[in-house]
């Protein structure tokens, strides 16, 4: 491709030859859905089939239903386990396709399952869950058979109040291939690229540390796919991910470890992490069980010690201090564009505005929702500003300022599904930053035993080598390459009722949305 | 101060708050945070035009959205006035925002209250657009020289009791309630801002704009206006897109002027704090508050300076240990008080005031306990003195180069550049000078510390002047270059460099100007050029008896020298090989930047007119240099330029860089092998996560050095100032010979020295004038050392074990083995070939040989837990990374 001839071009000018040599050949991935189970043999599921002596393989179920969930195999007299995840429970009566109901013998029973009412929690309920399973499977939403809550949570707040309100009919028929969603990342103009991602969503922070190096590159292959980013989070570059450099950011966070000329040089964005909002204040934190071996090289540090990075940067007390942070990686690699992440505190727009002088392209606030199990209980959700008053702010502030679209504005801390995504562009954000979604479409039951990281039940959030063989790269990818294809269809499905061409368009249109605890009507037409 | 007499006056405030119906609620109105900050004082009154370089350097401290200045000490015949007025009356300076309200104001604010002796407007450029680096119209700016008419003053008296105070104190309340009055009424109360008071008090003057400061000095047209003390401040806020010039600094009291850097973390608590006292902030910027609090502990509780600064940066931790029981006593008490109204850092503030009663002015810088902001400190002793703050060393330099080119007495090289220590025993984070009048009115400067102990200036008495041409006697002409010329044989340069150190102390500067100048000549073959660079290098590096004279005069000698060798040098457009392996280069030939040809090694970079970051900075250029195959690099008159030997990306072991001038902060951020010598101090932020190569400062290191560094071998001369190497791992190796302001080696992580792991070195020396090793009065004196490590070690020369138990929060100390020694020996061998500083010398205690375990202490990590993990590569696992870049 003749751009790209030009990008290699241009690299060589920019970057000194002994950064280049490191360069390997750049993976592609197919953006292509593929059906991706469960690696469990039983995924958890709403119901549970439970087939009696009294069967008598009559094969009368197998026939029924249409969801696939009875399972007899060829050349045996019994049938196997029922498939209880695909079972969507009592409402086929009104279809007729029942197989209690029309099991000869009443061998058959459909009940609840316990665990669903045990999983999942107010932000990510149990629906949510399992609805994010489905789409990273099938690549596509639910069927509107299984009745899966799954455009929020039940936290009583937040993204869970709002609502679009969609017009009874789009206001332009469009044809969802003529929709838009990429977002531009510089809006500087100031020479450097423009960087352009095809979904308005890229991947968090999360180190080799905090999660193993499968689900590292399992994000870092969709994102190569879906031609948006991953970032290294504070853990070091894994030299595995080399060949997805022109999808990766680099994380300079407070500890700045594994953080070198060379990983500064290889990626086109650069993510300085002031604060997270899980925990603004508390700096970062990998337990000493998490520090294995590898993890100790990565970061040279010392094997089995807790490895903290301290709040805020040592080297920033001002904005100033800020303003020369950002000028000493732009000039270590004079191509990257530079992305500052902070909390959301009350005086977030000020920061906002402060990060654009001092020459961000990217204002990444995150807000309080967000935060995984390794982040202290004690400070999700109460210290830093609820995201979606934060995004507001910082946009209208940044408005008035006049300097709106001079840099690209990115909400992240608790955004779980194509609405929530939706919701924060639709209250001024340019796109979002996405971490615990990912988890869950690799297998999270959100569990909250991140910090104790090497006992991961699911092997996601764990660098013990045993327990992250549990998951390859193949399936981990295509895990979530189907959860962004869901995600991306449900985007379009929203520009397209709302008759917009871009995702450009929602940016800031809060008129489009109202707070159900502000409005009459108890239900709304989403 | 009686209490009574206390409550009198804070009383009246409270009254005259509630008749002008101040508002309850009160917020931060911008943020703001770094910022660039000066102050110089001379003894002489010196012409504004020296604020405006190094106001100008720091531009990258401020955004242009506010700037400041503030004089004190001024000439009477320049404003108008007699002697007599100036001194007597108070200098009211009024700006108008709107142009309008003038009339009116004078009707409500002064023709009643005062007499006025004079009154000028300040003149202007006519078109404020054809200064550059203004955002909007400057204020027109009135000068009063006023004092409250008697029968006023007698009825404020009466009516607020004050009965009790001296006069003068009342007339101070009187003008400085009248200014809040006139703030309150055409400033704060309203949305449309329309006139403030600048400043009110005697003999002193401020200026501010929405702009750069040094747009001021061209605007009012002060370029020529003399004071002895002068004070600057570029701003950096970052909300509205409206600014005021009333929101920038300085910020006035009675008497002074107070800029500030950083941003308090407790400005609400401060402001409910005076509040309590019936002080009430109008501009809503934590700069005012502190200029408030000062003025407080000043006038109202008249605390004697030492206790100000107590109140405003307390002593803490082992600092506080380690002063008087009786200072304990008092300082329990001050702490006890004021605590809410300490403002939280970080912090910097630097003051001018005007202590007209006790006929002097002073100058003072003030750092907060945590040191989170960058301070230094100068003075310049000799027939004209000058004493200066900023908060970066290339603002100081490049005062002193502005002045010196006006009074050839000046040096441009200071006597001394130091810190101060915030909230410490020693020095208690701040440096006084006092500039005091004597009868006839001829000022001297003495500097000293919160404790008023006096700061220490090396040796020598005898001054070169300048403002003459170097000279030389017949004798000198036959025998010097004679001398030198026989002795210079390329690669000779230490054997040179001895033979001219040794005859120095009993040289004249003329001689030692011939000599340096016979090295230039030399320098011209170009067999010779590098040993002659070398030999000034040496001479510019190292510590060796003068004689009787001044060390900062013989270095501005030999800088002045070596700067010209390098400015002889063949410049880049020359393509003849036969000119030598040096090509220089500037900020205009910069374009001519090509690949090296034939023998050429060294490029040799001019920095002068670089910017000091972005594309058009010398550390950019030296990168693309690099690209083009540039390997050896010297830069030259660097002005503060950040970045140095930053993104040259891996394998650099091949790349050296000399830097000679004021270097920036940032330096050797992130090498990867290459070496690069500071000719001098360095800045902050240096080697932060340096992966190896090797950095060589002859001086000391700012702030937060090292952070986060992996590896990299480091030698420096001097101190590190405070949070050097937190959060590194790997394997840095560091020598330090003077010691650390706090927080060495915080998280340090460095595995195991003995096996491959990281240390620091710390030897708590100085080298004296005559460049004998002199012990510090404790290796260390921060209260907190290798906080929460996990690996690595310090290495303390201490002797006399002054190191105690309470200073290690998690460390532990451990014996000095003979593995350890055979460790660290390597390191102070490298450290003597740089520095001179012999290892045994370092193991000679009050003239005894000792052995290396009765010299140095060990600090270790106190509690690691012996760990086995199953080691897996699973992250860099079975990657073919050479075959997948040769396939490439």
Redesign the interface.
Known sequence: MASSMEKERRLEDILPENTLKTRVPQEQVERVVRPAPSRYRNEISRYIVHRSQDCRSCGKCLEICSYGVHVHKPGFKYFGEPQHHLCVGPSCEKSGRYCVAHCPTGALQIRENPMYRALGDYRWTADLILATWKMAETGDVPDPAYDYDYECGNSGGGFDRLRFKFPEKPPVELDESEIDTSITLNRRGDGRPQVTIDVPWYGGGMSFGSVSNVTQLSKARACVAFNTFTCTGEGGYMERMRPYDDHVITQVATGLFGVREETIQRVPIVEFKYAQGAKPGLGGHLLGDKNTPAVARMREAVLGISLFSPFPFHSVYSIEDHMKHLDWIKHINRRALVSTKVSTPTDVDMVAVGSYSAGTHIVHIDGGYGGTGAAPDIAKKNIAMPIEYAIGKVHQFLAAEGVRDKVTLIASGGIRTAYDIAKAIALGADGVVIGTAEMVALGCVRCSRCESGRGCPRGIATTDPVLAAKMDIDWGSQRLINLYSAWHKTLKSILRRLGMRSVGELRGRTDLMMHLDYTDEGTTNT | MNSELISRLTDSRKILAESLDYPPILRKE???????VVGFCCSLPVAGRHIYEPSRQMH????GKGGGIAAVGLVPEQLGVSREILDSHYLLHVAFIDTNVRAEIENEFITPFFDIAASAELDKVDDWKTVPGLEVLPPDVCRYFVRVKPAVLDSFIEKNRLQKHGRDEAEDEFISQNSFSLNQRYYASLGEKRAFVLSHGKDIMILKVVGYAEAIVKYYKIEDLCAHVWIAHQR?P????VWHPGGAHPFAAIDMALVH???FANYHSVTEYLKQRHIYPQFLTDTEVSALLFDLFSRTYHYPLEYIIEALAPTTELDFDRLSPERQKTYRTIQATHIHGSPDG?WFFIIARNLARQRKFQLMGITDTAM??PQVFAFCDGEVQVGLIASEKQAIDATLLSLSKDDRRICPVADRYWNARGGSYEDGGAFIFDLNKDKEGAVRITCTDKFSTPVAMPGGTESCDFSKEFSYSIEAEETIPTLISERFVPGNASAIFEMIRDLIPQSTYDEIHLACRQIINQAKDPSKTSTAIEVLTLLNDRRFTLGTKRRSHVLHIIRTELNLLFLGLSKISVKDAARGAYRLIDFESRSDLREPQGGETTLVINAAHFAP??DD?D??LL?DA??KGWRRFICFNCIGQ??SG???????DEVTIDLYGSSG??LG????GLTITVHGNAQ??LG??I?QGRLIIHGDVG??FM??A?GGEVYVLGNAAG?PL??S???PKVVINGTCLDFLAE?F???DPLSGGGFVILNGVRLDNDGKLIDLADPYPGSNLFS?A??GAIFVRDPRKTLVDQQLNGGRFAKVTDADWELILPYLEENEKHFGIKVSELLRVKGRQLKPCNVYRKVV?GN??D?V?????????D?P?EE??A??
């Open positions: 911008s943020e703001e945070g770094g910022c660039g990258n401290r401020g955004n950096f970052t909300k509205g897109r850097n950083g941003d970080p989170l902001r970051e972005g900075c550390a950019a990168v690099y690209m950040r970045y930053c993104g040259l990306g891996p394998e650099t902060d940032y951020s992130g090498i990867d902050d932020q932060q996560i992966k702030q937060t952070y986060g992996k949070r937190i959060n791992v790997g394997r998280s992580m460095a595995g929460l996990s690996g990590p690691v837990k760990i993990l199953e080691d897996t590569d699973d992250v860099w696992a990657e990374v997948m870049a396939t490439m």
